[in-house]
């Protein structure tokens, strides 16, 4: 099978971007387009044929090694795809559309399994960075770790579910949104956009401030119904009452802590920032105001997520590319130049 493999670290690079890892070699294309020997089924797990895979910002956390991963590896864990084959006793999956998210295993019996926070089991196993994912024309996966989807979508839109969706809709139920409250959200990529349907369908009495740099995503933000959007060096019309930051700098947490209200929750929907977060006391955290990081999804957030799109049929806007082009994506998606989700369609 064709597969996009990351055999070392590597800074990827942009036109533009100044050098941060001058120990990483520097590459236009970091992955290896290659061929390799379909994946064997081990115990308990499918073989998928894939339709489509999404390219997520932790992508490129991966490769430039912010975040650990095995190596070589095929990464990608926003898959849609068919199930084709399948250890003994789940021949009956087999034809299924399924879909594949970042939680590959979790152990199942340890203090935060049992309590529904599989998301925090230190010994978590990631898609496409423990695992291998979906940049791939099959990929295997834990047959208890696997979702049902729609068959009347196509491939490429339902695959930003699998992460942006699924992690933005844990982060909304984090942010504990009532109603009339005004929400700001920072940044307005794959996650944002999803999170504001959801927002807006589920509290239409809120008001929802967009902060973005990119001019045509605040131009998306109003088209999915924010009340007011800015750059975020500017003011909205009031100060926010939720924040949810999907951005990689630290910058943005000392911003929306600023314009917050009093008794606030900024909820941090980004597993690393790329610089510090600078806090003060007084300024940033006095008055009650609370920070939430969001970490992972677990099943029931991929599980709930999926059955609010079947019913509310959020859009997810996306930009398509071959699985040959994956290195073009990752560059499009750092340099913030993708217009939607960027997603890879495989068959
Ligand atoms: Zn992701
Ligand atoms: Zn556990």
Known sequence: ?????????????????????????LKEDPLEIID????TLEKNKILIEIEACGVCYTDIDIIEGRVRCKLPLVLGHQIVGRIVDTWRGHEDLVGERVGVAWIGWSCGSCEYCRRGLENLCRSYKATGCDFDGGYAEYTTAYVDY??????????????PLMCAGSIGYRAYK?????????VGLFGFGSSAHIVIQIIRRLHPSTEIYVFSRGAEHRDLAKKLGADWTGHPSEDPPKKINVAIDFTPVGETISRA????????????????????????????LWEEKEIKSVANVTRDDVRNFIDFYVKNRIETHIQIYRLEDVN?????????RTKGSPVLKIR
Do not use: C, W
């Not at 984090?174 to 005004?182: D, F, H």
């Not at 917050?260 to 929750?265: L, S």
């Not at 073009?328 to 913030?336: I, S």
């Open 328 to 336: 073009r994506a990752l560059k499009d998606l750092k340099a913030a």
């Open 174 to 182: 984090l942010a504990n949104i009532s109603e009339g409250s005004r």
């Open 36 to 39: 390799m020997p379909l994946p």
């Open 1 to 25: 099978m064709k597969a996009a493999v990351l055999k070392e670290h590597a800074e990827i690079f942009v036109e533009g971007l100044s050098r941060r890892y001058p120990d990483l070699p």
């Open 257 to 284: 802590l600023e314009l917050m209200d009093r008794g606030g929750r900024l909820v941090i929907n980004a597993i690393r920032k790329q610089t510090p977060v600078l806090l003060d006391y007084t300024r940033h």
């Open 146 to 159: 696997i979702y049902r989807l729609p068959k009347d979508v196509d491939g490429v839109k339902l695959a």
